[in-house]
């Protein structure tokens, strides 16, 4: 399986998501039975890659938990009419 970017990440559906993980998850752990029974290792940087692709989608999956679904409006700060801005009244 290709190494998923951060952007292709956040154009995923969460049910999409939750497959790769699974998948991703499904070979890390085949990638580390063979490096313990101690065969030949094919690609040594492999379990990296995968390892930080877990993280790049469970980055995304915490955001989206985090941010609620409608945009925050910045406000902006007003000051009311009448007072003065320095000093004592």
Do not use: C, F, Y
Not at 11 to 18: F, G, I, N, R
Not at 46 to 70: M, Y
Not at 74 to 86: A, C, D, I, S
Request: glycine content about 6%; overall charge positive; charged content about 40%.
């Amino acid at each position: 399986m290709a190494i998923i970017r951060v952007k292709e990440i956040r154009k995923l559906e969460e049910k999409e998501l939750d497959k790769r993980m699974d998948e991703l998850k499904l070979e890390l752990s085949k990638e580390r039975a063979n490096i313990n029974i101690g065969a030949p290792v094919t690609s040594p940087g492999r379990v990296k890659e995968i390892r930080k692709t877990v993280a790049r989608i469970l980055t995304v999956k915490n955001e989206r938990l985090k941010t609620p679904s409608v945009v925050k409006v910045k406000q902006e700060k007003v000051k009311p009419e009448g007072l003065k801005t320095g000093g004592r009244n």
